[in-house]
Structure formats: C-alpha cells, structure tokens
C-alpha cells in the first residue's frame, strides 16, 4: 500500500465513473454525444444516479502512428447509486450505447439482415396485402432498420416522427390502459392484431421474482404456488392478481399488489405493427409504454418512403384508402391507437393525396 495509489470511494451515489466506448472518427462528435445521451436517459439504468448529470463526450481524438483513424474513443460518465454494482452498470451502459449507435447507422460493423426477407411481412399487412408486389419492394428498400436491447424502452426519443413500426424480429411488449367503466375496470388494448398470435409465456425469472415477493407473506409454499399460476399467463399483472387472494391478511395483500404492473399488456411478434395513423394520417402514437422482452428489430417506413410507393403505383391509392378505412373499424377501432372519428375512405384517399404531393414537392 505505500507503493501505490489507493482510492477511497465515498459510497454516497455522488462519486463520478467512466465507461470508455469506441465511435466511428468520421461521425461528428456532437451526433455522437447527443446519441449516446439520449439513449441514457430516455430509459434511466437502475444503478443509475438520477440526481447528478450523465455527461458524454469524446475523450482521444488523435494517435501518434500514421495509421488510417476509424474510431475515435469517448466516455460516458455517471454517478452509480451502488458502487459494488458499478461494473454490471458499465456493462449494462455499454450494451445501450452499442443499440443506440446502430439504430442511428453509426456502427458500421453490424451486419443486418438482407432486406428481400422482410418483403413477406409487409405484403401481409391487412391495408396493403392486395397491392402490387412493387409497391411492398419500395416499401422495403426505402424503409429503416431499428434494432433495440432486451428491456429497452421505445418511445418519441428513440422512434422517428410520423412512420409506421413493423416487427420483423423479437417481441414488443405494450402495457394496455385501464378504463373505469359502469362495469368495473376494463384493459383497454393497444391494438385488436395480437389476437391471432399464441401469448408468450412469463419468463422463469420473471416468476421467480414474484415467487421471492409473494414468498415474504406465504413462506416456502410461494415457490410451489407461483409456477403453478403462471401456467398460461403472459401477462404479469394478472399472474400478480391471481396470487393475491392467497393472502388472507388484506393489508399484505394490498401491499403485495404494489409490485403488481398498473394495468395489463399485451405482444407486438413479429408481423405485428404499431403506428399506422401516424404513417398515413400524421396523428402522433399513442402514449403508452413499449419495452422490447427480447432484442427486437423494427422496420421503420415514413412517409416518403409510402410517397414513393404511391408514385410508382398510382392506382393504389384509392385501393389503399378503402382497405386502410375497413382496417380501422377492425383492429383500431375502441383501442388505445383509435381515431379521433371514424374514417371515411374519401378523407382517407384526400390525406393520401396530400401527403404524395407534398413528398413530390419537397424533391423538386
């Protein structure tokens, strides 16, 4: 010890650490960090300081060899709450920054996904499946790639304006919203789509946990009790609710229902999509929560991209107004991405028409 430096960490959640991360050299430093930023605190990690500042910025910029530049090193810096945990949080911060770095084509080295695999899924999409092949091929080589962590939350800070969302990997889980109703309660869902698909299971862990906190009331028996209601359920609120009558004292029951999610969710699997007002009639997304369950791909389609499909294939506009209008009273209609009033097929076909020539004026 008296050869070399030692450290004296305050563990008070205000003592600053550093996670060195590699960027390409020839993205623009402030992209760069303001990337990185978002991405940190859109969705803040639990070991993660929210009272003191999360600052990014590049830390080497040159080398003394002659070498070609092709990255260039920054550092994020945050205040862990739990220093002990500070290396899982660095990891944690590390695998974030790598999503948020991809999704804004600033990580040259992934490799994605020929786009000719995702034309299937676009063409089964109920509003354009009748349209003709050249129409999807546009579709699907103007749309963009957005690829999310496991656990990371989608939102207006990671999502574009104005695009529609397709699933063509992983799992989208949306929490529905409860309506108070003559009736009682009622889930509101996000959309009428994730009906026809099998509902995935909780994961082990995810029951375990609720088995660690139903096991502080019941004892041991919660770890045979929790599997066994499980079975079946996708949803974490109704697995909380279906343990809760096990608890006969009605303030632990209470208490016990705290950790429960506020209301019900539903999946997003591949092929499912979630946007389409805002794609075709401009209407902001709904505000609801969205976390990918597993690392998720997206395929982002804007309305310049629509314009250009519309363009080369004039007659499908009035095609796609008519399915688009029967698609709304079918899956949107009385859910959370609802219009604000039933849509005619002429209003339709008008906002169609606007937004091809507004595409087609912004080219020129």
Request: positive net charge; glycine residues 2%.
């Given at each position: 010890m008296a050869e070399r430096l030692v450290a004296v960490i305050p563990l008070d959640g205000r003592t600053y650490r550093f996670v060195p991360f590699l960027a390409p050299a020839a993205a623009p430093p402030n992209q760069i960090s303001e990337v990185v930023y978002q991405a940190l605190t859109n969705q803040l990690i639990p070991n993660i300081n929210p009272d003191r500042p999360i600052l990014v910025w590049l830390w080497e910029h040159g080398r003394e060899d002659r070498e070609p530049l092709h990255s260039l090193l920054y550092q994020a810096m945050y205040c862990p709450l739990d220093y002990h945990a500070a290396r899982r949080?660095?990891?944690?911060?590390?695998?974030?920054?790598?999503?948020?770095?991809?999704?804004?084509?600033?990580?040259?080295?992934?490799?994605a996904p020929k786009r000719e695999s995702y034309l299937e899924f676009v063409g089964a999409l109920e509003f354009w499946r009748d349209l003709n092949?050249?129409?999807?091929?546009?579709?699907?080589?103007?749309?963009?790639?957005?690829?999310?962590?496991?656990?990371?939350?989608?939102?207006?800070?990671n999502l574009p304006e104005?695009?529609?969302?397709?699933?063509?990997k992983g799992t989208l889980e949306v929490e529905q919203q409860l309506s108070d109703t003559a009736t009682g309660l009622k889930a509101i869902a996000f959309t009428r789509r994730p009906d026809h698909h099998v509902p995935v299971p909780l994961e082990n862990a995810t029951v375990?946990?609720?088995?660690?906190r139903l096991a502080y009331y019941l004892g041991p028996a919660a770890f045979d009790l929790a599997p066994q209601a499980a079975q079946g359920i996708s949803s974490l609120y109704w697995l909380y609710h279906k343990l809760a009558p096990e608890i006969l004292i009605e303030t632990d029951r209470a208490e016990f229902l705290q950790a429960s999610p506020p209301c019900p969710s539903e999946q997003l699997h591949i092929g499912d999509c979630f946007g389409e007002l805002s794609l075709l009639?401009?209407?902001?997304?709904?505000?609801?929560k969205i976390t990918a369950r597993v690392e998720t791909e997206l395929l982002a389609i804007a309305p310049s991209a629509l314009a250009a499909a519309l363009e080369c294939s004039p007659d499908s506009l009035t095609l796609l107004a008519e399915q688009f209008t029967r698609y709304q009273e079918q899956y949107l209609a009385g859910t959370l991405q609802r219009p604000a009033?039933?849509?005619?097929?002429?209003?339709?076909?008008?906002?169609?028409?606007?937004?091809?020539?507004?595409?087609r004026t912004e080219r020129v």
């Open positions: 949080t660095d990891s944690e911060i590390l695998r974030r920054i790598w999503y948020a770095l991809q999704r804004a084509q600033l990580s040259p080295h992934y490799v092949p050249a129409f999807h091929k546009i579709l699907v080589q103007r749309a963009t790639r957005l690829l999310f962590d496991a656990g990371e939350r989608l939102s207006h800070e104005h695009c529609l969302f397709l699933v063509v375990e946990k609720v088995a660690q009639l401009g209407e902001p997304l709904a505000a609801v009033m039933p849509l005619a097929t002429e209003f339709v076909s008008d906002r169609l028409r606007a937004l091809s020539e507004r595409a």
